[in-house]
């Protein structure tokens, strides 16, 4: 006999939202109720899928495995249940969950997937940018199905596919006389620490915090400071210029977890993106 649903829909809501009591809310159950359906599950199951401390809950080996394998269950029942209310083996449905850093997402990824979403009317599109360090755990908690990063996660049960190089260059504002000002996305962007030591660059200066690339570029040209940039997001920008040709490279990688099944959409997906490496 297979193991209830309940108990399967309260650890996936758990493990995506790292918290009992969130997770109760979003089920409509109280939090003793949803708790029990933890303990029978990890009783039924003879392991530990959550560690507890101050922080919240997060999942332990077992619980990483269990998580992959609901997400695979989830995507093989949508396309059997779309195959069967359509009659239609040929069509592709479902919803493309991927997460990755703002340049590649908005000038490579969307653009890419975008012809499968337009294609396919019963395809559905969730799209998150978001900063380096966070993007791995979007990942573990199964909160999306791709994730598009400046490296291989290094884990078994993770496939990695190279999808090409960004190329940074320093650039400024044309006519630039301003301070010694460098934009960042935040306190944790090393981006331009890593291109100054390239260049060996050693004097003090100043740092201004923009959110994602977009905002780099754009406070360059409102002459806010100098930033590091792909080069291929301002080859069209007539109002900055690029202070020093060399290159700091950063490859992309396109990472999932390796599964038993890929739906139709899954590979669809992984197909476009290596088709349309930049």
Do not use: W
């Not at 409509?28 to 507890?52: D, V, Y």
């Not at 269950?73 to 997460?99: C, P, Q, V």
């Not at 935040?186 to 977009?214: G, H, P």
């Not at 040209?221 to 202070?243: C, M, Q």
């Amino acid at each position: 006999m297979g193991i209830s649903s309940n108990y399967l829909d309260a650890f996936m809501m758990c493990a995506q939202v790292g918290n009992f009591t969130r997770a109760a809310g979003r089920l409509h159950i109280t939090q003793s109720a949803l708790s029990q359906r933890i303990i029978n599950l990890e009783e039924e199951l003879g392991t530990t899928l959550f560690i507890r401390d101050r922080k919240g809950i997060r999942l332990t080996d077992g619980g990483e495995e269990l998580l992959r394998y609901c997400i695979a269950k989830d995507s093989l029942e949508r396309e059997i249940i779309f195959k069967i209310k359509k009659a239609a083996k040929n069509e592709i449905a479902g919803t493309i969950r991927i997460a990755g850093f703002s340049s590649v997402m908005r000038s490579f990824v969307l653009p890419s997937l975008s012809t499968i979403v337009k294609s396919h009317p019963d395809v559905r599109l969730l799209f998150m940018n978001r900063e380096m360090d966070e993007l791995p755990g979007y990942l573990r908690r199964g909160e999306v199905d791709f994730l598009i990063l400046s490296s291989e996660i290094d884990q078994q049960g993770i496939e990695s596919i190279y999808l090409g190089d960004e190329r940074n260059v320093l650039i400024e504002k044309r006519g630039y006389s301003g301070p010694d000002v460098y934009l960042d996305h935040d306190e944790n962007d090393k981006v331009t620490a890593q291109y100054l030591k390239m260049i060996k660059y050693k004097a003090k200066y100043q740092r201004n915090f923009m959110d994602d690339v977009y905002g780099l570029i754009d406070g360059v040209k409102a002459g806010l400071g100098r930033a590091v940039v792909p080069r291929h997001l301002i080859e069209n920008v007539s109002d900055v210029k690029i202070v020093n040709e060399k290159e700091l490279t950063v490859s992309v990688f396109l990472n999932y977890y390796s599964q038993p099944y890929y739906s139709k959409l899954h590979r669809l997906v992984v197909k476009t993106l290596r088709e349309n490496k930049f």
